[in-house]
């Protein structure tokens, strides 16, 4: 058997990297000529290739040695890096940085998006209600704790609409500079994430002392500058620190966080679409029942109903509805309207492709 020719193999990867390299270079080229181009001619139609079209590549994908997957992430950021060109996207998302809010806004939108850390839910609606944002990311709801006040309350009270959805596992690890389990001396995380690995940190680090810190930012920050520490936190802080994994998704359960992105302009229909809205009814007996008829005349499924206590309004309850269909929907509309001759208050939150 002849011996492999390793440098005629090292020599090809790098080949490649580099025709890789120059095709990126060609696309950007290609993005802005075509950006200039329909400036000067406004009134024709001149669409950029869609992220459907770019995601179709990955289906070419054999036994290349690449799976799928991996080639679907990288055309990914192709397509965001190719639409910040066209037109630049900012991003406020509920920080800090290296949160689960995120890692949903680099997945949404590319790491060439301009993201922008905001401290509540209430500071990224005021971000995009402004357009110091064009968008904004929030968490919906939670596997483990239910649905998030404070986001809720924001879009009943603020302008920005929920446009789209975006459902993530929130997923944590154990990093540290030399990813040898026998260097930790100590793990730095929030109490939040230690309190989802308790299980896990038990059996196996139960006389490692655990640092409870602010932040998942935080935990790998100090973990980046101290070879004895390990932080448990994301993905995305590991890759902001340079932090090397070497226990992964120790969560005690598997829990998913459902974000919403909110927006000024609304999202156009696209046959398979959810509605938001919330409403108050008034304090009679059955006025509840009164406000969801309609949905059951029209024939609309109401995916999800919650109430919450209403904050800084003149009834104490209101109800937050998820129905199928988008708001522009006839049969919606309709009901929508009898709705709201029944209640004290409603208002539409926005619609969202619910695929």
Known sequence: MSKPDFERLRREILEADEALTVALERCGA???????ARRDDPDGYHPMPREGDVMALAE????????????????HEIAAAGAVIESPVTVSFLGPDGSLSHS????????????????????????????????GVVPLWSSVEGSYGPTLDALATDHPRLVAEATL????????KTANPKDVEKIYAPAWILAACERFLHERYERTPLVDVRSAALAGQLAAEDHGAAALATDLVAELYALEVFERAIEDRPVEIRFGIISLDPSPRTGS????????????PGSLHQALRPFAEHRINLARIESRPAREAPW??????EMDGHMTDRPIVTALEQVKRTTRFLKILGSFSAR
């Open 104 to 135: 949903c806004a680099r997945r949404l939108f590319g790491a060439a998006a301009m993201l922008h850390p905001a401290q509540t839910a209430a500071h990224v609606f005021d971000a995009v209600s402004k357009s110091a944002a064009s968008v």
């Open 30 to 36: 290609a993005r802005r000529a075509l950006v200039s």
């Open 316 to 321: 104490p309850v209101q109800f937050f509805v």
């Open 273 to 284: 679409d959810r509605t938001a809205v919330v409403f108050a009814c008034s304090e009679e």
């Open 60 to 75: 070419r994908v054999t036994a290349s040695g690449l799976p799928r997957a991996t080639v679907r992430a990288i055309l």
């Open 169 to 176: 596992p929130a997923s944590y690890h154990l990093m540290s």
